[in-house]
């Protein structure tokens, strides 16, 4: 297959751009990337922009229930950790999670990853930690998994066991650390569920301490490590993440320069949660400028959750990246693509180079700039004109062509249908 008559953010070292350009895709893989050379049997794309295919790189998608009423209370002054301390919050989507069916928890997913994937999303990465005990993480890692054999996107799990102490163990805290490394891990890796390992370093959640116990637990499965760190404080989790070599540190809203310089020597990327600060109504922006100093790689994410983010948008979530804490358009493109990539560890993706994975999106809006902004955009649905996961085409013209791994039926006229 090639495309011709593109723009093309390759993001190959950082943002870059083919103004008049083509791309030939073969077996799933980029043949080739360049300038435009006319041929016969090409799809003209009418100078259309091409990007790599979307990365969500830190959701939460799995999850029952919902908290509309704790954005009230914290519209009636509540903080997020009051109410956490109440029992309610993350608390709160554990009940409902652990009430909830393996086919409910699938269906409710499956309606909040569609909305991802009509804007060009082609990997997404999902994290338990809605469980809180053996039996619903690996539930929800369950649904995870399926999730990716029901619609044509790759995704990547994260076991989050660690992301708070569940109410029986509030009074002991090494029995909960150990259900975590020394049960639902063993488990968790023996069957495959889980592609790298979480936890929430917070006031409201693991001290620093109980944090090095999980990535200990984690590395001697040769797992990778991520975490949510100085979200609402500044504990440190982000120096400890950097000893780990962590994959990522997430949030990071309170992280100082010396945290960033830490970060900058391990590689780990810093992945902002616009949705989370913005839903939350935060005043501290994360440190931008110093992670441009330390030339800190930036992703941008959704944390799609029903607690601190239920945004569904990674192009809004871009755009809040833009105006909530100043990235360039480039910068919150490459945070959706290449470093998103690079925080999920993957090496095959998120740039326009040969031999990369083929996921690409061919947009309605033409520059990057018309990304960042949200505006109206002109195809249905939003914007998007192509979609090729894997060098599959999944959204022909604004359309689901009904390309779908397993035995779901989706398209024009038809209902999803899920086994
Ligand atoms: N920080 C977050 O933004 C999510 N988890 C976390 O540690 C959301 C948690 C929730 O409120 O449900
Ligand atoms: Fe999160």
């Known amino acids: 297959m090639l495309l011709t008559n593109l723009s093309i953010a390759t993001m190959v070292n950082g943002y870059s751009l083919i103004e008049k350009g083509a791309v030939l895709i073969e077996k799933g ?4 990337v360049g300038p435009d050379t006319p041929k016969g049997d090409a799809v003209d794309c009418g100078g259309r922009l091409l990007t790599p295919g979307l990365i969500d790189c830190h959701t939460h998608l799995v999850y029952g229930g919902n908290r509309a009423s704790e954005f009230e209370q914290r519209l009636n002054g509540a903080t997020y950790s009051d109410i956490a301390r109440a029992g309610g919050g ?6 409902a999670t652990r009430a909830a069916s393996e086919a409910e928890l699938l269906e409710s997913a499956l ?17 338990s930690g809605y469980g809180l005990d053996v039996e619903t993480e690996m539930k929800m890692l369950r649904v995870a998994r399926k999730l990716g054999n029901l619609r044509r996107v790759d995704v990547k799990t994260t076991f989050l066991g660690a992301h708070t102490f569940p109410q029986e163990f509030k009074e002991n805290h090494e029995g909960y650390v150990s259900i975590v490394c020394d049960q639902a891990l063993p488990r968790i890796v023996s069957e495959n569920l889980a592609d790298a390992v979480d936890a929430f370093c917070e006031g409201i959640a ?7 116990s999980v990535f200990k637990a984690a590395r001697a499965f040769n797992l990778p490590v991520k975490l949510h760190a100085e979200q609402l404080s500044n504990l440190g989790g982000a120096k400890l993440a950097s000893r780990f070599n962590a994959l990522s540190v997430d949030h990071i809203e309170y992280l100082d ?11 780990t990327v810093a992945v902002l949660l616009p949705g989370a600060f913005y839903y939350l109504r935060e005043k501290q922006a994360p440190p931008v400028a110093a992670l441009r100093k330390y030339k800190v790689p930036i992703a941008v994410a959704t944390d799609l959750n029903p607690g601190s983010s239920p945004v569904h948008s990674l192009l809004a979530t871009m755009n809040m990246a833009c105006v ?12 959706v693509t290449a470093n998103a990539a690079r925080a999920l560890g993957l090496k095959d993706r998120g740039v326009l180079r040969e031999g990369y994975r083929a996921d690409v999106v061919v947009f309605d809006p033409d520059t990057v700039a ?47 249908r899920v086994r």
Request: no cysteine.
């Open 370 to 416: 018309d990304m960042a902004t949200y505006e109206n955009p002109k195809q249905f649905p939003k914007g998007i004109d192509y979609v090729l996961v894997n060098g599959t085409v999944v959204i022909d013209k604004g359309q689901h062509t009904g390309a779908r791994p397993g035995k779901v039926v989706y398209g024009p006229g038809k209902r999803s």
């Open 111 to 127: 309606r909040r990853l569609e909305s991802l994937l009509a804007e060009g999303v082609t990997t997404i990465e999902i994290k």
């Open 206 to 212: 693991f001290s620093v301490e109980e944090t090095k």
């Open 324 to 335: 909530l804490f100043g990235l360039t358009p480039e910068e919150a493109l490459l945070g």
């Open 29 to 32: 893989v980029i043949k080739s």
């Open 257 to 267: 320069e010396d945290g960033v310089e830490s970060i900058s020597k391990s590689g």
């Open 90 to 95: 993350i608390m709160s989507t554990v009940r």
